[in-house]
């Protein structure tokens, strides 16, 4: 009794004590192998996610998706431009809210890898720097250089001193367990000579002086000073080690897919390569890894950086830019993520044994004792499949792929065989397409036409082109550049006279007017932004005017001294004149700012039923310089929804004054060099798989619907280049394809595995399951048997027995549902053959 009374008081002191300890402190240290948390090495799932890609009330949504996905950490940017987009003062509201996105981070039991920087790169805006900082006088970014210094080391300990006031870091109880300074400066530091190589051992001892407790990374950058770890980033980091054998092996970008750019092909990467890129790391020692990303969003209103990145910052992610889940990518990661952990204890305590098992073929084996290892086997070879000896057993290896062994005996996962059901991309089926509905009272468009050229009274001269950047300090993408052209001496009375006009830009597009009227349009690209623009032009005797509307598309954001890279005109010079040719380049030129538009805030909901916009039946269509508006119901249901502008041309539209980001749905993409079928086998890189060849993009422009309200909503679009309105939909993705064909020799989900147990059943599953709250309403194909064809175009084989009733019964009405792969639960159409069951089902909202 009295035994019992103690064993219980120490059980609840003991439970008393880790409650405590997990709740008030956590101490993160590291050693060679992994980050020590607790004094406990971890193996460690980490996936970017973006706190301003999207919006406050899906933060949960996305951060609990992250770790059903088998995460354990969430990491972040800080965007310093919008958290101090004035010097001193400081902004952290709405999508910026940075404390309330660790807090959610924390509350759903996950850590935090703050990347504070103060340089994100992110394909953001300046690469997160805020523009102010361009105009310190002398300052040189990213360098030794005083000015700089300061104002790093001072946002520095802004978000760090935030971070400590809201008890954050782990130390104090926070979910905070590891914070970068800088960002991939290795990459450049060559460009920065000595002062550079300076800069990163200031930037290490400022960032170690800040007290955070918790270890500091650099990322790409050998010469990182201890104790700072030096991590990996790249599609493949498995040959990785650090600068010191004191310090892990971490992996902070590993890439899901790429980032999109108008006039480029969608970039994606095959679930099967990205898992074996994982699998290779963590087989090969490492023990943190980091998805970027595994959720990448939108860049909303002007945040894209550039030039010329797009709007949707999708990447091909686990999670796509609407919040739901990208099958099989996310699937087939968690089994992968559940198969590493089963393997953590052999990982974090023991050295890896590297066993040749043929070309191209290994093992690396993690003992514990002779008897107790877990094993990774690979083929590395990228055409060959094989099958290999191991520890007297043999398995087969198809090509470019790891199996996982737990127990050094059971395959518990494969990379290359994916048992995660696909979602298939079918925009007929599964978007309804809204937009008028005649019984709004103001549902017709309405428009107002931009002045060509100077509009304001805040214009001013200035000899020569000047700089756009240092002209518009980013307030706006456009500036006019205009002059005119006096003939007089040059053509007879009444003469007009044909000429040429060539213009030479740094980026990263223009228009030019010639007496008002459009005549060229040029634009650069986003490995190279600057272009050069010719039109042949008449022109009249007397004066004629020339306006050249230079825009930018997203400030640069990455390369050495990328902050001083400019934009807009640098040249100008009038052609095939009789007495040869003139440099208009040092003229006197006017310039504005901004649009008249964008000054008068025609965006703006306050000026919805202002007079300033022409009511009509004929919407002027095909035209530059051109705003639109009109209102629109919010789409029932609760499914993500788009702007569908594929009639459109260039431009910016916002929804209830809130801009929804850049679109150029005229810009394609070159007609050659994708793939849809891409081989996963092989070395990946960004231009490996790619899809839509020779069409835009980007059609479809994320509306988050928080940004909604019941009733009337206010839609304004900017059209630069021309366009029809009409053709604009609302789009709401009311349904969700879903796909899988899973084989009677298959494995059971890595899930169901226990150590020193096995699995729970030796009968593969075939899993379905819709988004969150959605349900699945129909079973449109259901075989058993050798069924042919791929998901998405499914057909019965030779043997084949219709199913359908019974995955009908098991499945529609519920969220999820998986049916047993055997003849038991199937029947037996054709025996002595290896059948499998293949289903595509319809889920609705
Ligand atoms: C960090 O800790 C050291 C030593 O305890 C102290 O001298 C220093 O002032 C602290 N720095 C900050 C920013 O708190
Ligand atoms: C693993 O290797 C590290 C250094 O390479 C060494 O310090 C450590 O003792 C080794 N661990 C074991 C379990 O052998
Ligand atoms: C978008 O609109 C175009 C025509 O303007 C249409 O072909 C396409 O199917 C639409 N996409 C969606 C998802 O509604
Ligand atoms: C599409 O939306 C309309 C209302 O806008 C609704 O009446 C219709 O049922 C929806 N269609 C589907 C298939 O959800
Ligand atoms: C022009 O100046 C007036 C004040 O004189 C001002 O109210 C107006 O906003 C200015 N307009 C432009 C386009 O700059
Ligand atoms: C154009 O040239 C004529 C004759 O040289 C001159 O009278 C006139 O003022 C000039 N106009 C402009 C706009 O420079
Ligand atoms: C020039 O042409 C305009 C119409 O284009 C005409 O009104 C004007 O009289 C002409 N002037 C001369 C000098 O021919
Ligand atoms: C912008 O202005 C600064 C200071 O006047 C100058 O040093 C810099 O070269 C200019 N930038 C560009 C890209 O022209
Ligand atoms: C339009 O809205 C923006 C953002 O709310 C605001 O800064 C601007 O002053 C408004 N402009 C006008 C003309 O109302
Ligand atoms: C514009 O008018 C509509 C009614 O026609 C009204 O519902 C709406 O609130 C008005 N908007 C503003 C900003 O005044
Ligand atoms: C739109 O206008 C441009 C020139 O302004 C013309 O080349 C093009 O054919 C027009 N497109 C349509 C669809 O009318």
């Not at 210094?149 to 809201?166: P, Q, S, W």
């Not at 190279?528 to 623009?533: C, G, W």
């Not at 004066?543 to 050249?548: F, G, P, R």
């Not at 029932?636 to 929804?660: C, D, R």
């Amino acid at each position: 009794m009295r035994n019992m009374f103690i064993i219980l008081l120490s059980a609840i002191l003991l439970f008393e004590g880790s409650f405590w300890n997990t709740a008030v402190s956590t101490t993160v240290t590291y050693d060679s192998k992994a980050l020590v948390i607790d004094g406990k090495r971890r193996i460690l799932q980490s996936g970017s996610v973006h706190y301003p890609r999207t919006t406050p009330e899906v933060w949960p949504e996305i951060i609990r998706k992250a770790k059903e996905g088998g995460l354990d950490v969430i990491e972040t940017y800080v965007f310093w431009n919008y958290h101090e987009p004035v010097r001193g003062e400081y902004y952290f509201g709405g999508r910026f809210d940075l404390v309330r996105f660790v807090k959610e981070v924390h509350e759903a039991g996950l850590f935090v890898h703050l990347r504070i920087g103060p340089y994100a790169c992110a394909e953001w805006n300046y690469g997160g720097f805020p523009v102010w900082l361009h105009f310190i006088p002398g300052i040189q970014f990213r360098t030794t250089n005083s000015l700089f210094k300061k104002e790093m080391e001072r946002f520095l300990a802004k978000i760090v001193n935030l971070m400590k006031d809201e008890n954050l870091f782990a130390s104090q109880g926070g979910p905070i367990i590891l914070a970068q300074v800088e960002n991939e400066y290795g990459n450049v530091e060559w460009a920065y000579g000595v002062a550079g190589e300076l800069y990163v051992k200031w930037a290490a001892a400022t960032a170690v002086g800040l007290n955070t407790t918790v270890p500091w990374v650099m990322c790409a950058q050998e010469d990182a000073p201890d104790p700072i770890i030096n991590t990996c980033n790249g599609f493949y980091c498995d040959r990785f080690s650090p600068n010191s054998p004191f310090k892990p092996k971490m992996w902070t970008e590993n890439y899901v897919g790429w980032f999109l750019a108008f006039g480029y092909a969608v970039p994606f990467r095959p679930v099967e390569d990205l898992a074996f890129a994982v699998a290779r790391f963590f087989e090969t020692g490492g023990t943190f890894q980091n998805y970027y990303m595994y959720f990448g969003g939108t860049n909303f209103g002007r945040t894209a950086g550039g030039p010329l990145v797009a709007t949707s910052y999708d990447y091909d992610a686990p999670i796509n830019e609407y919040g739901f889940i990208n099958q099989p990518k996310w699937g087939h990661l968690r089994d992968l993520h559940i198969s590493i952990e089963q393997c953590e204890e052999h990982l974090i305590n023991a050295n890896a044994t590297q066993i040749s098992l043929g070309k191209n073929l290994e093992a690396h084996v993690y003992y514990r004792s002779h008897n107790d290892c877990a094993a990774f086997l690979a083929n590395y070879g990228s055409s060959t499949d094989a099958t290999v000896n191991f520890r007297g057993n043999s398995y087969f290896l198809p090509a470019w792929s790891v199996s996982i062994l737990p127990d050094c005996v059971n395959v518990i996962f494969n990379t290359a065989k994916v048992l995660s059901q696909r979602t298939l991309d079918d925009d007929v089926f599964t978007w309804n397409i809204t937009m008028h509905d005649s019984s709004l009272p103001s549902s017709s468009w309405s428009w107002y036409k931009e002045q060509v050229g100077v509009w304001g009274n805040n214009s001013f001269e200035a000899s020569g082109l000047l700089e756009q950047i240092n002209t518009t300090k980013d307030t706006s993408d456009f500036l006019w550049y205009s002059t005119s052209i006096n003939m007089t001496a040059k053509t007879e009375q009444n003469q007009t006279k044909e000429v040429g006009l060539l213009i030479w830009s740094l980026g990263h597009a223009a228009l030019l007017f010639v007496n008002k009227r459009l005549v060229g349009f040029g634009y650069g690209n986003h490995d190279d932004a600057s272009f050069i623009m010719s039109a042949k032009v008449k022109l009249h005797s007397g004066s004629n005017t020339v306006d050249v509307l230079s825009m930018m598309i997203g400030l640069q954001n990455y390369g050495p001294w990328f902050d001083v890279q400019g934009a807009g005109l640098y040249s100008v010079v009038l052609t095939d004149l009789t007495d040869s040719e003139e440099d208009l380049s040092s003229m006197q030129w006017t310039y504005q700012v901004g649009l008249e538009g964008e000054f008068l805030g025609l965006q703006n909901v306050s000026l919805a039923n202002s007079s300033i916009w022409t009511k009509g039946r004929a919407i002027p269509v095909n035209q530059s310089l051109i705003w639109y508006k009109t209102v629109f119901l919010p789409p029932e249901g609760k499914g993500p929804i788009s702007l569908n502008l594929s009639g459109m041309g260039k431009g910016q539209a916002w929804v209830n004054g809130q801009s929804i980001g850049r679109y150029w749905s005229s810009y394609l993409s070159p007609s050659s060099g994708c793939s849809e079928d891409c081989d996963y086998r092989g070395t990946y890189d960004a231009s490996k798989c790619l899809k839509k060849c020779g069409q835009p993009a980007q059609t479809l422009y994320h509306v988050p619907r928080s940004w909604l309200q019941p009733g009337e909503n206010l839609l304004v679009i900017h059209e630069e280049l021309g366009g029809d309105p009409s053709t604009i939909s609302v789009v709401t993705q009311n349904g969700q394809l879903i796909c899988n064909r899973v084989s009677e020799a298959d494995l059971p989900p890595a899930d169901t595995w226990e150590p020193g147990v096995g699995f729970a059943s030796r009968t593969p599953l075939l899993r379905l399951s819709c988004e969150t709250g959605w349900h699945i309403a129909s079973v449109r194909f259901a075989s058993f048997g050798t069924p042919g064809g791929n998901c998405g175009a499914l057909s019965p084989g030779s043997c084949h027995a219709d199913v359908s009733s019974i995955v009908h019964k098991d499945c529609v009405g519920k969220q999820a549902c998986s049916i047993l792969v055997s003849t038991d639960k199937l029947g037996d159409p054709c025996p002595s053959v290896l059948k499998s069951l293949a289903v595509e089902a319809l889920c609705r909202g």
